[in-house]
């Protein structure tokens, strides 16, 4: 018998049946193989990883080419590449061509190959593929204050999952010891939430974990994170106190601050009024100066390493007008002696109210009600003012008030003979100080103003013996007057022998007068005969 698998097939064959029936059956296997081979219908499968967790893989493959007589798909497993192997899955289902491995080690290598075969072929083996299970969440503590904490993972699995191994949930834990009991905090059934903040803490450490869960139901696989722990702080308390929580517009208060609990160091202190931020006022203490009466709210804000801002309590601080006083007089000239009165008006500020007041910037003593009466006892210019404090120690001066005193107004007389003879002078002369200048002045006689006797001196011609009184009377520039010294004459009656040396000189200077004139007169006449006799001559003719 000869087989040519592309040219025509002859047998000689008996007539007998069996040898008939045996030979179709040959002829057909033969006709079949070549057919398979010739066409190459039996391959070896592909072998892929679709899906990765950390405990298990999901693997496909393409559908077996064995086209009659399709036997089985066999999955080989080990975590060498040279092996050895383990069969670990295998199905007669032509058409399941994918399996989820489960159970695996997280991080861990494996290898992987599957078989397809049939009643007449194979087996065919696939590639051998390398594959990594990925590892367990990672675990940390993102961010925490005094009362929560916010945790986040990352899960290293495959997105999207296999549908083979779904996703069920992520589930967080938390415990009082690193080593458990744990309870649950909370379930998520969101792949692509990796994120969750835990509320309602204490101060006190708390331990975290948590697990994702894949798998079908019945079959679920669980792979746990790290272990965090996070210490809950105190919360900080901020607490404020001012020097004074009453006071006037001006004035300084001091504002401090004490800090408990939290996490020192402290920073971004600041100081708040009526909720507006207080420039440059950002340390643990300032000195406020409010400018403007009103009511104000201060309070401070600070933070922690946390870096959240913790607000301190409330003050109410009251400020008041600054206390306003004027002073009024009710003269600013006179002399000494002499008096003026002040007062004052006060108002703003806080009563009780305590004055004092000055002169030329001295306090007075014993000034210190809300009128004075200034007295003074020497000349001079005097600038009169008052200060007040309120209750609160704001403190305001008054206006100043220029107060001009003079000296008395004073004149004294004098003469240069007190003893006279009548027809005899006396010169008298006076001089005034104090008062207010210009000076008026009038000369008396015995009480009687004499007329025209109005300078600083005064000739006195006695016309009657007696005893007289002599004194000049001035008046100043502000009306005031005043009357000199008296001094007192005496002038006696004139004797007939001997002449008194004021008759001898009267009588000579009479006689001089007199011959003075006749000489006058006799030189004048000459010069007029003279010159009566010339013209004479020049008017006769000449010869």
Not at 184 to 208: A, E, K, W
Not at 419 to 424: E, I, K, P, R, Y
Not at 431 to 452: F, K, L, M, R
Request: proline share 6%.
């Amino acid at each position: 018998m000869k087989h040519n698998c592309v040219g025509k097939t002859r047998l000689k064959y008996p007539q007998n049946h069996l040898i008939h029936v045996f030979a179709s059956f040959l002829i057909l296997f033969l006709a079949f193989s070549c057919l398979a081979s010739s066409l190459r219908l039996a391959y070896a499968v592909s072998l892929v990883s679709t899906a990765q967790t950390e405990t298990t893989v999901t693997l496909s493959w393409g559908r077996s080419g064995i086209l009659i007589g399709f036997s089985n798909y066999k999955l080989y497993e080990s975590t060498d590449v040279n092996g050895p192997y383990t069969n670990i899955w295998s199905t007669g289902d032509q058409g399941k061509t994918a399996h989820a491995v489960s159970g695996l080690s997280s991080n861990t290598n494996y290898y992987f190959y599957v078989t397809d075969e049939g009643f007449l072929q194979g087996p065919f083996q696939s590639n051998t593929l390398q594959v990594t299970t990925t590892s367990n969440p990672q675990l940390t503590v993102t961010a925490y204050d005094y009362s929560s904490a916010t945790l986040t993972w990352t899960d290293y699995n495959t997105i999207p999952y296999s549908s083979l191994e779904p996703f069920v949930s992520y589930i967080l834990q938390t415990s009082n010891s690193a080593s458990g009991p744990w309870s649950t905090v909370t379930t998520i059934t969101d792949p692509s939430q990796n994120s969750y903040r835990q509320m309602g803490l204490f101060h006190q450490t708390y331990y975290f974990r948590m697990y994702d869960t894949v798998g079908p139901s019945g079959d679920y696989q669980s792979s746990y994170s790290n272990t965090v722990n996070v210490a809950i702080p105190v919360a900080p308390t901020m607490v404020i106190t001012a020097s004074a929580t009453t006071l006037d517009a001006g004035q300084p208060v001091q504002l401090s601050s004490s800090i408990s609990g939290g996490l020192p160091p402290y920073s971004h202190y600041q100081w708040y009024s009526n909720n507006t931020a207080i420039a440059g006022a950002t340390s643990t203490s300032y000195t406020w100066t409010p400018k403007t009466a009103g009511t104000y709210y201060i309070k401070a804000s600070v933070q922690d390493t946390l870096g959240i801002p913790v607000d301190s309590n409330q003050i109410m601080v009251v400020v008041n007008t600054l206390p306003i006083i004027s002073i009024s007089a009710s003269t600013t000239s006179l002399a000494v002696g002499e008096q003026t009165t002040f007062t004052s008006t006060t108002s703003g500020g806080a009563p009780p109210y305590s004055l004092r007041w000055y002169s030329n910037g001295n306090p007075i003593e014993g000034a210190t009600a809300s009128s004075y009466i200034f007295a003074p006892t020497e000349g001079g210019t005097y600038n009169i003012y008052a200060t007040v404090q309120d209750y609160y120690n704001g403190t305001a001066s008054s206006n100043a008030i220029q107060v001009t005193v003079t000296a008395p107004l004073a004149a004294n007389a004098s003469v240069s003979g007190t003893a006279l003879t009548v027809g005899q002078l006396a010169q008298f002369s006076v001089s005034a100080s104090g008062g207010a200048p210009p000076y008026t002045y009038q000369w008396y006689v015995d009480g009687n103003p004499i007329e025209g006797a109005n300078s600083t001196s005064f000739i006195y011609s006695p016309t009657d013996a007696g005893t007289h009184n002599v004194y000049a009377g001035i008046r100043d520039g502000a009306n005031k007057t005043a009357s000199s010294n008296t001094i007192q004459v005496t002038v006696t009656a004139p004797s007939s022998l001997p002449l008194s040396p004021w008759i001898i000189a009267a009588i000579i200077g009479v006689i001089v007068v007199i011959i003075v004139a006749a000489l006058v007169f006799r030189s004048l006449s000459r010069r007029k005969i003279q010159k009566t006799q010339a013209n004479v001559s020049d008017n006769q003719p000449k010869t």
